[in-house]
């Protein structure tokens, strides 16, 4: 049998059970093999339940003797199972999972692997993976490692590795996608070996090895998408060479108030070199709040504008973009640069006069949002576009950017810094520049991790801040009240918080606040109109209020690091002390507490953002899954991130010296690419 055959022709499936195959996406004998482990029975290494130990994880087997389910409080529940063998018996326990009752067989076998634990006083095991067993005990015990498959349908674990074995034992020569040389280099095992040590390990080192080997794989084949993709993007001959040195940038920068930092002044000369070069720039800079993202753009646009050309800086709101151009204007002083601010707000004649000199070159620097890509706004030689808070974006509106020059150049920002592995997956194709020192004078937000108990206290401290004059947040998880969660939501916190504190002047604002509205109450608190602003995470990217110095996270276990820590730069900008209170709810699980004390423990943003990472696992870091995100199905970027770090490498190298894989010997892998593009052009037809 080969790969691409149909898995209709095993022995055993036909069309019915094809068609349950084809729902865990398995079509051919290739997609079968392909269909990973995602976990293993040490069938060799049966703990007797009499042996077992609290802390360790075990594999059991035994007879299902009783079952039971029962609800518990806060809408949980728990599904019990007493499993005996010849040398006593165990309970087993799975929480909030009510489906597992209808899988448990009473009075039938069952192998159940998981970890042991103590509670009131008797063993008991929470499993992580069980299967039905109807094997003869025999076949059990010299079975091996046998794989754990995920499932769907009317297909079971014991027909799925019967089919697989069979596969396996009829596959004839397969090519191996990744040359000799490569798999040497790697220390990965042919493609026909690793296919049968993933299935059917003799050991745990042959599956690790396997495992590592298409955990490899994988990321290769998405990095080198993108290296091509690189490559085709940065073509020497299609970009602008902008290494003009005149008069302005030395100008605006002696005439800063500050001096900048060294990962500053790193990531300019980063930024500089690529802005000589004749290939497009694409950089992606990674700055924590406050570490001076603005003025490195600034002195890039400014770098752009010397060698004659124009700039653009788009930002996601008007308060945000309006921001920018005050700072800028600011930071300009009297240099010969003409900028100007176009917003949705901007109309009329103001806005046609704007469209008149972007299109004429009159007009050097534009500072905008959305209103940049409209239609009729064009310019007459657009060298740097600038994308603020990218990930607010989406591509077709960073692109519709990028088109209203020839080839610009691109840097995009973020002040959510990212784990290395996921800025290595999302921004394989791009540089990357971290700022990742806060310039001097900055003070660190005073965070607090506390209990409904110490509300009374807090509020006090809170009506004392606003008697002195300064201003601060409460941040809710939730708009309105829901019947399906015992949540605080900003407008009842509104409320409460405006009868609570009646000589302050409080304010509320959530997402389905019109976006005139919000514009308009968030101008009222900039401009210290507002005392208290009740919210939801609408102000994670917001306006820098220098008067705004304490914020209240309401139920903060609900949120990710990474959008806890941007919620805290919201305070901390003026000269004052600032503060930021982190309530956690008492039906907080542990994880959750982690995290708060993680945040309160440190405030750089880049070992917050990998932490939040090691939490959370594969989540997405934004908050909402980003459009084009892979869906690894072996790799793990949170284990793999030194094989992720091995992969692009060696796909860049690969594709520097074979830019367009042309050469005999790379034949296999572009095989194997418009395989996976076939596959992937199946898979978005079948939906």
């Known amino acids: ?118 509670f009131q006083g008797r063993i008991q095991l929470s499993p992580s993976e069980f299967d039905v067993v109807e094997e003869a005990e025999g076949e059990i015990a010299a079975a091996g490692l046998l794989p754990i498959y995920p499932l769907t349908g009317n297909v079971s674990q014991k027909a799925l590795r019967g089919w697989t074995r069979t596969a396996l034992d009829r596959l004839g020569r397969v090519e191996d996608p990744l040359p000799e040389d490569l798999r040497r280099e790697q220390d990965l095992p042919p493609l026909g070996v690793a296919l049968a040590e993933l299935h059917w390990p003799e050991s745990p080192l042959a599956r690790d090895r396997a495992r590592r080997r298409f955990a490899w794989e994988e990321l290769f084949w998405w990095e080198l998408r993108l290296a091509l993709k690189a490559v085709e993007r940065r073509r020497p001959e299609s970009g602008i060479a902008m290494g003009a040195e005149g008069e302005i940038v030395p100008r605006v920068g002696r005439a800063l108030p500050f001096e ?55 930002a996601p709101t008007e308060i945000l973009a309006e921001q920018h151009a005050r700072t800028i204007g600011r930071l300009l002083g009297d240099a010969p ?106 003070k660190p937000v005073a965070t607090r991790v506390i209990g409904e108990r110490q509300r009374d206290r807090l509020y006090g401290f809170l009506a004392e801040r606003l008697a002195a004059g300064e201003q601060g947040y409460v941040v809710y998880p939730l708009i309105e009240e829901s019947e399906a969660t015992d ?15 009646p000589s302050a002047r409080v304010a509320l604002l959530h997402g389905r606040v019109p976006p005139e509205e919000k514009d308009r109450v968030m101008r009222a608190f900039a401009a210290g109109e507002v005392d208290l602003l009740v919210a939801t995470t609408v102000i994670e990217v917001g306006v820098d209020v220098a008067n705004a110095t304490f914020m209240v996270v309401e139920h903060a276990e609900r949120f990710g690091l990474s959008q806890l820590h941007q919620l805290r730069g919201r305070v901390g900008r003026g000269e004052r002390a600032a503060y930021c209170f982190l309530m956690i709810s008492p039906e907080a699980g542990a994880h959750a507490r982690e995290r708060a004390r993680v945040l309160a423990s440190t405030h750089d943003g880049f070992v917050i953002a990998e932490e939040d990472f090691r939490l959370r696992g594969q989540g997405d870091v934004f908050g909402t899954r980003q459009h ?27 594709v520097d010296g074979d830019p367009v894989l042309e050469r005999p010997e790379n034949a296999p892998i572009r095989r194997w690419l418009d395989r996976l593009a076939a596959r992937d052009a199946d898979l978005a037809r079948q939906g």
């Open 1 to 118: 049998m080969s790969l691409d055959d149909d898995v209709r022709f095993l022995p055993g499936v036909g069309p019915r059970k094809a068609a349950d195959l084809a729902r865990l996406g398995i079509r051919t004998i290739g997609d079968l093999l392909l269909h990973y482990p995602r976990d293993y029975f040490d069938a060799r290494h049966v703990t007797p339940i009499g042996d077992l130990r609290p802390g360790e994880t075990a594999t059991v087997l035994g007879t299902v003797r009783t079952l039971g389910e029962r609800k518990l409080r806060a809408r949980r529940s728990m599904v019990s199972a007493l499993l005996e063998d010849e040398t006593g018996a165990v309970p087993l326990v799975w929480f909030n999972q009510p489906w597992v009752a209808g899988q448990l067989p009473r009075g039938g076998r069952l192998r159940a692997i998981g970890a042991v634990s103590r």
């Open 260 to 314: 900048l930092t060294r990962a500053q002044r790193r990531t300019l000369s980063e930024i500089y070199r690529d802005m000589r070069a004749t290939r497009p720039m694409n950089r992606l800079i990674q700055g924590d709040v406050g570490s001076g993202k603005t003025v490195v753009a600034l002195l890039a646009l400014l770098r752009a504008i010397e060698s004659g050309y124009q700039g653009a800086l788009m």
């Open 487 to 501: 949540l605080k939501d900003a407008t009842s916190g509104y409320e409460a918080l405006a009868e609570r504190f």
């Open 628 to 654: 084009g995100t892979p869906d690894f199905r072996i790799a793990d970027l949170e284990r793999d991130v030194d094989l992720l770090a091995a992969a692009r490498d060696a796909a860049f190298d690969l």
């Open 337 to 442: 640069v003409q900028a100007a601010l176009l917003t949705g707000s901007v109309g009329g004649k103001s806005r046609a006069r704007i469209a008149a000199g972007l299109a004429e070159g009159a007009i050097d620097l534009a500072i905008g949002t959305h209103a940049l890509i409209q239609e009729g706004v064009e310019f007459r030689r657009l060298g740097l576009a600038i994308i603020d808070e990218q990930h607010r974006f989406g591509v077709a509106q960073r692109l519709a950017l990028t088109r209203k020059g020839a080839v610009p150049d691109v840097l995009v920002m973020t002040a959510t810094p990212i784990p290395r592995s996921l800025a290595l997956t999302f921004y394989g194709d791009l540089d990357v520049s971290r700022i990742d020192e806060m310039p001097p004078g900055r």
